[in-house]
């Protein structure tokens, strides 16, 4: 995958990295959405999967925002968040 997929979050049939942890998921529209660990020093930086399937193959999306916090609370709302809104505003068209 190009740097600049994995930097904006291209699709792709393959599921989280062995060893990302899941801090938060919640299903929305028929999506699952998960907020997953990022840190960057002491602070977290906003990052997420969005999941789908199709036709029996599992869909993922990533995204990676540049917002940073030191709470994961925080983290894990504002992650589900933006994921909600990618899926308001793409609908299926991330996965192309």
Partial sequence: MSFFKKLFGGGSASAEPAGEKTLGEETYKGYLIKAIEMKVGSEYQLAGLI???FDGELKTYRYIRADRMSSVDDLVSLALGKGRQIID????????
Avoid: N, P, T, V
């Fill in 89 to 96: 505003e793409q609908g299926d068209g991330i996965f192309r």
């Fill in 51 to 53: 999941e789908k399937g």
